[in-house]
């Protein structure tokens, strides 16, 4: 069954410091995978998303996430984190015969100044 | 383009009662999906509509239906209320047909259950 793993539920970080989400995935096939992040009380923003080709993806806001199948992992990144960054970021799998998603359980990020 | 849009975006309803939540997906998209955001359960597939038909379907019971119209417009019903059923409920939009596209979310609509 296709599930989707984020270990870390809330992780605190300096503003300027990188950061790192990590995502682990299961699926039986090569998968699509996204980033998207939400802010209190709004919809989920589509920051990144890979299909197949390059490993490395970049997104939107400076983020980018890369593919290691050896891993089965999709973890997003950013080299320096601002203040606005704020917010909870899901990873999510898709299988090729749908547009269903599944969702992990989200890592919430703290900014700190 | 305009985006993903839900109506209503707040929603008070008592235990027993019908709700239907409507969602317009962005102009040109065919595809409709519907998840369940709770603390408890996380983001949740719903269902999936295509071209006015359901194309998917996540592990909900039967009170949770939805339907899709000829506009692309999307509306979904839960019947009976349950406590459990407050949660916020996100609609997603996705492109011309082919399976697994990028998908847009709306805003949500938050279902407060009393």
């Known amino acids: 069954a296709q599930s989707v793993t984020q270990p870390d539920i809330h992780i605190t970080v300096s503003e300027g410091a990188s950061l790192e989400l990590r995502c682990n995935y299961s699926?039986?096939?090569?998968?699509?995978l996204f980033w998207y992040v939400q802010s209190p009380g709004q919809g989920l923003q589509l920051l990144l998303k890979?299909?197949?080709?390059?490993?490395l993806v970049q997104g939107i806001k400076g983020f980018e996430a890369e593919f290691k199948r050896s891993q089965s992992s999709f973890n997003l990144r950013k080299p320096s984190v601002h203040w606005s960054d704020a917010a909870e970021y899901f990873c999510?799998?898709?299988?090729?015969?749908?547009?269903?998603?599944?969702f992990g359980t989200g890592t919430l990020l703290a900014v700190q100044p | 383009k305009a985006g993903v849009t839900q109506t209503p975006r707040y929603l008070i309803k008592t235990r027993g009662q019908q709700v239907t939540l409507s969602c317009s997906p962005i102009?040109?998209?065919?595809?409709v999906s519907w998840y369940q955001q709770t603390p408890g359960q996380g983001l949740q597939f719903l269902f999936e509509?295509?071209?006015?038909?359901?194309?998917n379907k996540g592990n909900f019971p039967g009170r949770f239906s939805g339907r899709q119209f000829s506009n692309s417009r999307s509306e979904m019903n839960v019947s009976t209320l349950e406590l459990g059923d407050s949660a916020l409920y996100l609609c997603?939009?996705?492109?011309?047909?082919?399976?697994?596209?990028?998908?847009?979310f709306g805003p949500g609509t938050r279902l407060l259950v009393l």
């Open positions: 997603a939009s996705g492109g011309g047909g082919s399976t697994q596209e990028t998908q847009y």
């Open positions: 699926y039986g096939a090569t998968p699509y």
């Open positions: 890979y299909f197949s080709g390059d490993t």
């Open positions: 999510a799998v898709g299988a090729r015969a749908t547009n269903k998603l599944i």
């Open positions: 102009s040109g998209h065919r595809s």
């Open positions: 509509y295509f071209s006015e038909t359901q194309r």
